[in-house]
């Protein structure tokens, strides 16, 4: 199989992008651990964090806070040759601010399969864990799937999207991989990397924005240690997290939590901008002011973020053509 193009390149449509991510979470099935994708059972992990950089700054609106933690904390984790533990990142925000996006960038310039990876696995409560009764059999096979895949390849991924929708008390048979034991289960884990998505703490993260952007503070002064706190109280109040009583939090496991801003105007904008580009088109004023005007913008009076983001905006550019 040729290898995927590594450096900074144009990105195909971000749906298409995105859709990679709900295809390879489909694709694992829990109740087996064998790897059926030929050359790409040796570990491909091949890092270009040049590559990534460059497209994270191209190509992520608005999100300063977490371009920077996730390159730092992916380029000390990985130029450790020797780590203590797992690199642990937890991802918080409002719908359609680049969660997703990142990750999939990350996987792209981890591995040189990508999302296709054998050594990125994606999980979905939805899709893998969609009935609560068997919480049990689940936490089983999800053991038994983490320590089989990082005695097959030490530099794994996992990618755990919908926090806000995983079973509580399923994210817990993880704290033994999350932590500094030298062993677990006879498995080397240290080389692995954590990855958490959800929505929790987002409605948090916008009040804060909105805070500073009525104070006439420039956005990019609002810190990550403002966040932190308000992001951290309200997975710990959330009853339907993944991390409800699971000791990640309380243990302190997560080497980051990643905030994603709410995106402005003026950041649809250049998403709108970015994805005319990948189809090849030349910048339309009328189209780009037809997605914006067919945008909602929050709160009420000041009509600053947008209540989805980037999300809808390459399928409302196909509308406005």
């Known amino acids: 199989m040729a290898a995927v193009r590594r450096g900074c390149r144009p990105w195909g449509s971000l749906l298409g992008l995105l859709g990679l991510v709900s295809a390879a979470a489909a694709a694992w099935d ?5 790897c059926n994708f030929g050359a790409f059972c040796e570990c491909d992990f091949r890092p270009d964090f040049q590559g990534l950089e460059c497209d994270l700054a191209q190509h992520l609106a608005g999100q300063h806070l977490a371009r920077a933690l996730v390159v730092k904390a992916l380029k000390a984790f990985v130029q450790d040759p020797s780590p203590t533990k797992p690199l642990v990142l937890s991802l918080h925000g409002w719908t359609g601010t680049g969660k997703s996006y990142v990750t999939s960038l990350l996987t792209h310039y981890l591995f040189r399969g990508g999302l296709r990876s054998p050594h990125v696995h994606h999980f979905s409560p939805v899709i893998h864990f969609p009935n609560p009764g068997h919480l049990e059999r689940y936490k089983k096979d999800l053991k038994s799937w983490v320590q089989g895949n990082l005695t097959a390849c030490s530099r794994s991924l996992f990618l755990f999207d919908e926090m806000d929708k995983m079973a509580p008390g399923l994210i817990e048979v993880l704290r033994p991989f999350l932590g500094s034991s030298w062993v677990v289960y006879g498995t080397n884990y240290r080389k ?12 948090q993260i916008n009040q804060l924005v909105l805070e500073a952007w009525r104070s006439r503070r420039e956005r990019e002064e609002i810190r990550v240690q403002e966040l932190e706190p308000v992001i951290s109280q309200a997975v710990l109040d959330n009853p339907n997290h993944g991390f409800w009583h699971s000791g990640i939090m309380e243990e302190h496991l997560l080497d980051a939590l990643v905030p994603f801003l709410p995106l402005q105007r003026h950041h649809v904008q250049h998403c709108v901008l970015n994805e005319l580009a990948q189809l090849g088109l030349e910048p339309r004023d009328e189209v780009v002011q037809a997605v914006l005007d067919s945008t909602t913008f929050f709160p009420e009076d000041e009509q600053l973020f947008s209540s989805n983001g980037c999300k809808t905006v390459a399928s409302r550019i196909t509308f406005f053509l």
């Open 192 to 203: 692995a990397i954590f990855i958490f998505i959800s929505n929790t703490g987002g409605e």
């Open 30 to 34: 829990l109740t087996s651990l064998r």
